[in-house]
């Protein structure tokens, strides 16, 4: 199976469809008057598919085990043809799609199997997905792409030349991803004036995004959120709960960074953690969903202009 580790939980939608087609109305009468002699077709059949997407990742072996929290089993009659409807709902890392196109195939081969006795016609057609809604391709497309960042690695041992940076490269290779154009990357020491600059100077040649990583843990030298809290102008704890909460998951000492997030007037400041791990993993907690504050922001900054 592939590796979905690093995708956070959203909620995911899935509606596939299978065309039953019988050869006769005396079938579909059947159906409806509950005569068919193997029993109720569109209520076994519903307790088949139900049974089917639970069974979905232990028949086809890249399928991950997920939790189903809603499937939803619907019929509509059209002359002679039966549409099945299968809705499928998770909280999860993963979508549902074959969940749901699984579920209307093992409906449609009991129906199939239940009418095979009174109808030697009945054939099954346009297994499909009909919709899905939810991960990141639901979201992609809404982010603005002329944005700018600049990338600060905050260390005294990089900075004199005793190790090299990995963190600010993982964050900088994320933002390339988003599409996010890199104005800048420096390495400055742990110094709370050289830091406070930094976010000044950016900020005024505007940089609509400034990433700091490294001083947010809880050493002496660790000095970045003390450096940014008084330029910050409104704090965004969702985005610094985010972090911390996908990090968690992942390791038990993420709680212990002091992760910052906040606005200087219209440009957005993050305060990440210095290792490589926790740089990449706070990129993916946030990104690009983050990106969708500069609709708010870069329309209050035409409106100033």
């Known amino acids: ?164 940076d990995k963190a600010g490269k993982a964050i900088i290779s994320k933002l390339k991803e988003c599409e996010v154009e890199i104005m800048d990357y420096v390495i400055i020491p742990d110094e709370k004036d050289i830091i406070q600059q930094k976010a000044k100077d950016y900020q005024g040649k505007g940089a609509d995004l400034i990433i700091f990583t490294g001083g947010t843990g809880l050493s002496i030298r660790d000095v970045t959120p003390e450096a940014l809290l008084p330029l910050i102008d409104r704090n965004i704890p969702g985005i610094e709960e985010a972090i911390r909460s996908y990090g968690q998951d992942r390791m038990p000492y993420a709680m212990l960074s002091r992760s910052l997030a906040g606005t200087i007037r219209n440009t957005l400041v993050l305060a990440l953690p210095g290792s490589t791990n926790g740089a990449k993993e706070s990129m993916e907690a946030v990104f690009p969903s983050v990106l969708h504050v500069f609709r708010i922001l870069k329309g209050a900054r035409h409106e100033e202009s």
Do not use: W
């Open 1 to 164: 199976m592939i590796d979905i580790t690093h995708k956070t939980t959203t909620l995911r939608i899935a509606t596939a469809q299978a065309i039953v087609k019988v050869s006769t109305m005396a079938t579909i009468e059947a159906i409806k008057n509950n005569t068919v002699p193997k029993g109720d077709v569109f209520a076994m059949s519903k307790a088949a598919g139900l049974l089917g997407v639970k069974k979905t990742p232990e028949l086809l072996p890249d399928c991950h085990p997920l939790p189903i929290e809603y499937t939803g089993i619907d019929y509509e009659i059209n002359d002679l043809e039966i549409k099945v409807l299968v809705t499928i709902k998770t909280i999860y890392k993963t979508g549902v799609e074959v969940e749901a196109m699984h579920g209307a195939s093992v409906v449609a081969l009991n129906m199939y199997d239940m009418l095979k006795p009174i109808d030697k016609g009945v054939e099954i057609h346009h297994i499909k997905l009909l919709n899905k809604k939810g991960g990141k391709s639901d979201y992609k497309d809404r982010f603005r792409r002329d944005l700018k960042a600049a990338v600060i690695v905050c260390s005294d041992t990089i900075s004199e030349g005793k190790k090299e």
